[in-house]
C-alpha cells in the first residue's frame, strides 16, 4: 500500500526499516540462543526488509502483500528460533531465505487454485514432515528413498506426490537482493556436466578470459570449471554471494563484448 508517498506493508513504512550489520546479528542471536525476549524482536525487526527482497519475487502473482509478508515473517521467525551458528557455517541470511520461501510454498500450496486429489495431498504432507524430521536426525537432507521408506511408501509416489503440489518457478526468479544486486534460482546451482575444460579454449573464449581481472577469472573458473555454486566461491574467496553475483555478470558481460 503507498500512503503518502509512503511503501507501507501491515501498516509498516518500509523505507523506515532498519539493517543490522552482521556483527550485530550474530551479537543478538547468541543473546536469542540465551532466552533474551528482546534480542528476539530486534532480530526480527532488523531482517523485516530480508523479508520484503524474498517476497517481492511473488508480487505478479496477484496475492496480497500484507499476507505475503506475514507469512514471510513466520518464516524469518522460524530462521532466527532454528538457527545455531556453530552447526550451520553460513550467514543468517542465506539460512533465512530458504526458511521465508519455505514457508511461502507452503502458503501458496495451501491455497493454491489447482485441484489435487486429498489422498496425494495427504501422502505429500507426510513426506514433507518426514523429511524435516530425517534433516534433524541425518543432519543432512534425507533421500526420496529414505523418506518413502519411512512411510512405507513407494519412492515414485512420494515423488509424485511432492511434484504435485509444487508451483513452477523460473531460473530467472530472484529470490534475494543485497544493495540492488539480486541473486536469481540459476545463481544456486552448480554446473555438474560442463566441466570438460576444452569448452574454455573454443570460440576465442580463452583469450576473452584472459582480459578479466584475476578475481574475476577466478570466479568464472570456480563457477563453470570447478562447478560451484556462487555460495561455495563466495566462502572461498571470502565475499557475499551477491558480490560475487556481480562480479560473475560483470564478467560474462565482458567475455560477451571480447568475442562479439
Do not use: H
Request: glycine share 4%; charged share 30%.
Amino acid at each position: 500500500m503507498i500512503t503518502n508517498g509512503k511503501v507501507e506493508i501491515c501498516g509498516v513504512n518500509t523505507a523506515k526499516l532498519k539493517v543490522l550489520s552482521e556483527d550485530k546479528k550474530n551479537e543478538l542471536l547468541a543473546k536469542v540462543k540465551t532466552g533474551d525476549f528482546d534480542a528476539r524482536e530486534e532480530l526480527i525487526n532488523g531482517n523485516l526488509k530480508l523479508v520484503l527482497s524474498v517476497i517481492k519475487r511473488f508480487t505478479r502473482r496477484g496475492e496480497n502483500p500484507d499476507d505475503l509478508f506475514q507469512v514471510g515473517c513466520i518464516g524469518l521467525i522460524k530462521a532466527i528460533d532454528n538457527f545455531d551458528s556453530e552447526a550451520y557455517d553460513v550467514k543468517f541470511s542465506s539460512y533465512a531465505v530458504p526458511m521465508i520461501l519455505g514457508e511461502l510454498r507452503r502458503f501458496f500450496r495451501d491455497n493454491s487454485s489447482i485441484r489435487v486429489s486429498r489422498s496425494i495431498r495427504d501422502l505429500a504432507y507426510k513426506a514433507l514432515q518426514a523429511k524435516e524430521e530425517l534433516s534433524k536426525k541425518l543432519e543432512r537432507e534425507p533421500t526420496i528413498e529414505e523418506i518413502a521408506k519411512a512411510l512405507e511408501s513407494t519412492k515414485e509416489e512420494v515423488a509424485s506426490a511432492l511434484d504435485a503440489i509444487v508451483d513452477p518457478i523460473s531460473l530467472f526468479d530472484p529470490v534475494y537482493s543485497d544493495n540492488g544486486d539480486s541473486i536469481y534460482i540459476m545463481d544456486q546451482l552448480s554446473d555438474t556436466k560442463n566441466t570438460d575444460e576444452a569448452w574454455l579454449e573454443s570460440i576465442a573464449l580463452n583469450q576473452a578470459i584472459s582480459t578479466l581481472s584475476p578475481r574475476e577469472k577466478r570466479i568464472i573458473l570456480m563457477r563453470f570449471y570447478d562447478g560451484k555454486t556462487q555460495m561455495e566461491v563466495a566462502e572461498e574467496i571470502a565475499i557475499s554471494q551477491a558480490q560475487v553475483s556481480r562480479l560473475e555478470k560483470g564478467a560474462l558481460l565482458k567475455i560477451k563484448k571480447q568475442i562479439t
